[in-house]
């Protein structure tokens, strides 16, 4: 494409509105499963959730009575340990990759029937699928995903932990252990103890300072509850995940993703935009 000089005056607001995040649409996800469809469905979400094990069960459920969420909300039951289910968002990976680039997940949930006593008896988090996007229920696909997650402690000991997972086997994803996890380091943390089917709300918010510092905030009720700093950190990010440690069965609503970095297509469809632009200004000319 040949380009005039008043094309050639335009390039640095292009230039500037590709380099600026509030120059474009932020991603922005929020399901509160009022349709009761867990992909696509009614109310757009843009979120499709898949459970990762034979013995796990994820469905539309209407949680309403005292103390519940009186709302649609998402199930989670299960009747084995350490599994858990995948939020893939399906308008691609958020990288973050400039400072001040963030992204959050924030929801409410509430542990149902019998809480199990352990340390990891809830956790979510951020994390990629590694190039093996899940597609259906009970795969392998999230077998090799990675990512951080936040960990609240159910039961009578309280505790909190932020974890930089990295799976290279089944299990694992929420709940992994060994070499396959490893705690991040807190500058500040107070324990949480789950100990009663009540709801809560809790958050995670990563930021990028740096290619050597990545921020990690957990909230808890309003109240930041750990913070951390990822040091060789994973910057790119296409699910959501969540997952027990103890049996314990889970209800989640509101779930919410949000981010000043541009999804993936924005800078894109500018591009197209600007060709656009340029061509009517040749043709003029």
Do not use: C
């Amino acid at each position: 494409m040949k380009m005039n000089r008043s094309t050639l005056l335009f390039l640095p607001t292009i230039a500037a509105a590709l380099a600026s995040g509030q120059a474009m649409a932020a991603v922005s996800y929020l399901d509160p499963f009022t349709d009761g469809v867990l992909r696509g469905g009614a109310d757009n979400s843009g979120i499709n959730w898949y459970d990762r094990s034979a013995s796990s069960t994820i469905a539309a459920f209407s949680d309403n009575g005292a103390g519940t969420l009186n709302s649609s909300t998402l199930r989670f039951s299960t009747s084995i340990g350490n599994r858990g289910f995948v939020g893939v968002l399906t308008g691609g990976a958020i990288t973050l990759g400039a400072p001040g680039d963030f992204i959050t997940l924030s929801f409410s949930f509430r542990v149902g029937g019998t809480i199990a006593n352990s340390a990891q008896g809830f956790t979510y988090g951020l994390y990629s699928s590694n190039g093996t996007s899940i597609t259906g229920d009970d795969t392998v696909d999230s077998d090799n995903d990675r990512g951080y997650r936040g960990q609240f402690a159910t039961g009578t000991t309280a505790s909190v932990g932020i974890v930089k997972e990295d799976n290279s086997a089944a299990g694992g994803l929420g709940t992994g252990t060994g070499t396959e996890s490893a705690a991040v380091g807190m500058s500040s943390s107070t324990p949480v103890a789950i100990g009663t089917n009540d709801p809560h709300t809790a958050s995670i918010t990563l930021t990028y300072n740096s290619a050597t510092d990545l921020g990690i905030t957990l909230m808890f009720d309003n109240a930041t509850v750990a913070q951390g700093t990822s040091t060789v950190p994973y910057l790119s990010f296409d699910e959501v995940v969540f997952a027990q440690g103890g049996n314990n069965s889970l209800v989640i609503d509101n779930v919410s993703v949000t981010s000043n970095v541009p999804e993936p297509g924005s800078a894109a469809l500018l591009l197209v935009a600007v060709a656009g632009f340029a061509a009517r200004r040749n043709r003029r000319a």
